[in-house]
């Protein structure tokens, strides 16, 4: 893993992920995704303006996204 913006979810640069891809891509969960031909590991927010991910150093979703 290379970058810092999952520090909050206590995943750091350097760490190996284990995947379980049975498990469904739900709002608040971390996701693996891929992006541009690049993977990107992210915290999923689902909401009824769209689909955001979001870094983990934003806690709580407080970006200011909301569902109204």
């Given at each position: 893993l290379r970058g810092n913006s999952m520090e909050g979810a206590n995943i750091r640069e350097g760490d190996i992920l284990i995947v379980d891809r049975s498990k469904p891509a739900t709002t608040g969960?971390?996701?693996v995704v891929m992006l541009?031909?690049?993977f990107t590991v992210k915290r999923l927010l689902w909401t009824e303006k769209?689909?955001?991910?979001?870094p983990a150093i934003i806690?709580?979703?407080s970006s200011g996204?909301?569902?109204n």
């Open positions: 969960r971390i996701v541009n031909g690049e769209g689909t955001y991910l979001m806690s709580s979703f996204l909301t569902a």
